[in-house]
């Protein structure tokens, strides 16, 4: 079982930036492809981006110029990074394996508005 906790959300205004972060627990976590997802209300899970063992990263294609996946390795921890943030990135958002294995962690609320 991998348990994911997320943090780092809060409300912003149009234009700003927010790094996420999220911490896995169990050593399974460490070799999987992790993703961040985000839910939008009345949505489902959408994932935004990947990355995986190696460091491959992978982003919905209308969000690559803005949002950038990593990882730390060492501390099994993932981060996003979101640049010029707009009032449709507003949603929690959530990370996990990229093929969603596990259950969805307490997620962060991530709010754009002026």
């Known amino acids: 079982q991998v348990q994911f906790e997320e943090a780092g959300g809060g409300l912003v205004q149009p234009g700003g930036s927010l790094t996420l972060s999220c911490v896995a627990s169990g050593d399974s976590s460490r070799s999987m492809t992790q993703g961040w997802f985000r839910q939008r209300p009345g949505n489902e899970h959408e994932l935004v981006a990947s990355i995986t063992r190696a460091g491959f990263t992978n982003y919905a294609h209308t969000l690559k110029d803005r949002f950038t996946i990593y990882r730390d390795y060492d501390n099994n921890r993932l981060y996003l990074q979101i640049k010029n943030l707009k009032p449709e990135d507003t949603a929690v958002y959530y990370c996990?394996?990229?093929?969603?294995?596990?259950?969805w962690g307490q997620g962060t609320q991530v709010t754009v508005s002026s």
């Open positions: 996990n394996s990229a093929s969603r294995d596990w259950p």
